[in-house]
């Protein structure tokens, strides 16, 4: 079966501090994978979109970056972290090709981010 | 922006009556889905509707769908205290050269309390 693995569940950085957060998927091969930012009581805002090892597609400018250096691994990446970085980051991914569109996303169990 | 946007914001209700959630979008759409998220953690699927599809159950779920006004509604009978949760509406787009499908777009969600 399939399962996605998010760490770490929560941290607490300094500003301007780097930042890596890690998300690897299991069971499944070429899978679209997905960064989102939750501010707390609010929806999901989609920051990061891949479709395949190296292409990432950004929603918003912002202080993050992603990369996909493996098929079933994402990461979520800052040089130096801001007050407003702080946040839930979730990490999903779903099944995604012209013949298999309507997919649900799997999600992991988030990270919260305080930046202080 | 394609997100959808879910009201009521907030629902609290008793043990045993229905909710109803409704949800809005802007662009065409390959199908609509509903998630909810427990505080603090990531969000489960919980149906997904066709664009080509009015109506759809599961358990004590009900999901209607209007391409026309563009809305949904997520209907949970006979609630119970363990629904208690935010809902979100999440669509998956249809445009022109296929830059964004494959995005799922998450509205704010709708907080719902349910009393024991």
């Known amino acids: 079966s399939q399962t996605i693995h998010q760490w770490p569940a929560t941290l607490v950085q300094p500003v301007g501090s780097p930042l890596s957060l890690e998300c690897t998927v299991e069971?499944?091969?070429?899978?679209?994978l997905y960064w989102y930012r939750q501010a707390a009581g609010r929806g999901l805002q989609l920051l990061f979109y891949?479709?395949?090892?190296?292409?990432i597609s950004s929603e918003v400018p912002q202080n993050l970056s992603a990369s996909r250096p493996q098929d079933r691994q994402f990461i979520l990446s800052s040089k130096k972290l801001l007050l407003s970085d702080s946040g839930f980051y979730l990490c999903?991914?779903?099944?995604?090709?012209?013949?298999?569109?309507?997919?649900?996303?799997?999600f992991g169990q988030g990270t919260r981010l305080t930046v202080v | 922006s394609q997100q959808g946007e879910e009201d009521p914001q907030a629902l609290s209700i008793q043990e045993g009556e229905n909710a109803t959630m409704n949800c809005s979008y802007k662009t065409s759409i390959n199908n609509l889905q509903w998630y909810r998220q427990n505080s603090g953690r990531g969000l489960v699927h919980l149906i997904l509707?066709?664009?080509?599809?009015r109506e759809k159950h599961s358990g004590r779920l009900r999901v209607t769908l209007d391409t026309s006004k563009k809305s949904s509604s997520l209907l949970i009978t006979a609630s119970r205290a363990a629904d208690t949760a935010s809902y979100f509406c999440a669509t998956r787009s249809v445009r022109d050269r296929g830059s964004t499908l494959g995005r799922l777009y998450f509205g704010r969600g709708t907080q719902l309390t349910v009393w024991p």
């Open positions: 069971g499944t091969s070429n899978p679209n």
């Open positions: 999903a991914w779903s099944v995604w090709n012209s013949g298999v569109q309507n997919t649900e996303a799997f």
């Open positions: 891949s479709v395949g090892i190296g292409q």
């Open positions: 509707i066709r664009s080509n599809e």
